[in-house]
Each structure stands twice: as C-alpha cells, then as structure tokens.
C-alpha cells in the first residue's frame, strides 16, 4: 500500500498547532500562519515531527497557501 498525501491531509493535522494541512509536493505544510511548518515525506511515511519540519519562509508559505486556494494571510480557504 503506497501513501497517498491527498487521502493523508484530511487524516492529519499539525502536531504543534493543529492546523490543516495540504500537500506540496515536496511535504505537507501547515495552513496556520504562524508555524508555516512543512513536513518530509520519507520512503512514503510523512515525517510529523515537529523537531524535523522545515520553517518556511512567509513568502514561500504564502506561494503555497494561493497555489492550494486559500489566503495567503491566514491560510483558510478561499471562496
């Protein structure tokens, strides 16, 4: 059975600040604004250690929160 990261964001949440989470491609990141944590996927198992995650940048944050439909302010979803 292989992961499916789409299946895996409406199963898990942040585990520092409970936030969403949408697939990047590159992991899953955090739609909360203030921790802006994105998660690895490794051999197909995401990684959700909060002492592994990458802090991103408000500006690559905010890419990724517009490219999944949401706002780039406070990482809820769009109309």
């Not at 995401?46 to 929160?65: F, H, K, N, R, Y």
Request: charged share 25%.
């Amino acid at each position: 059975m292989s992961f499916d990261p789409k299946h895996a964001v409406e199963l898990l949440v942040c585990p520092q600040s409970h936030a969403q989470l949408v697939y990047d491609g590159q992991g899953l990141v955090s739609t909360d604004p203030e921790t802006r944590l994105r998660y690895t996927i490794r051999d197909e198992i995401p990684v959700m250690l909060v002492d592994e995650a990458e802090s991103l940048s408000m500006e690559t944050w905010q890419e990724i929160m517009r490219q999944h439909n949401r706002d780039p302010q406070t990482g809820q979803l769009t109309d």
